[in-house]
């Protein structure tokens, strides 16, 4: 599967943004898709997965009740709102997807990465 992100940009601090990735190359739906992040110096880092029906999904500490993963099978493409955007939260943001059957927190499980989008958080 190839995976595309987009939907980054440079918002203010308190702004909401959504990000999407668009999948291709295999039936979407057989896979379970994670949000990581990575910011200069630090490590590539969970943000959210979705299980593959989206019934399930699981957030890392520092987005709970900011940030929202979804996905539309139909279309393809999974999605990441972020509400409540803080300076912190700058980072290029990485979608990723996997067969796995059970929702996964670690980078090192996923087998596709996308490219990667760039969020910018001003103060």
């Known amino acids: 599967v190839q995976l595309q992100a987009s939907g980054g940009g440079l918002v203010q601090a308190g702004d909401s943004l959504r990000v999407s990735c668009a999948a291709s190359g295999d039936t979407f739906s057989n896979y379970v898709m994670g949000w990581f992040r990575q910011s200069p110096g630090r490590e590539r880092e969970f943000v959210a997965t979705?299980?593959?029906?989206?019934?399930?999904?699981r957030y890392a500490d520092f987005v709970k009740g900011r940030f929202t993963i979804s996905r539309d099978n139909a279309k393809n493409t999974v999605y990441l709102q972020m509400n409540n955007l803080k300076p912190e939260d700058t980072a290029v943001y990485y979608c990723?997807?996997?067969?796995?059957?059970?929702?996964?927190?670690?980078?090192?499980?996923?087998?596709?990465w996308g490219q990667g989008t760039l969020v910018t958080v001003s103060s």
């Open positions: 979705i299980t593959r029906s989206g019934g399930s999904t």
């Open positions: 990723a997807a996997d067969t796995s059957f059970v929702l996964l927190l670690r980078a090192s499980n996923y087998g596709y």
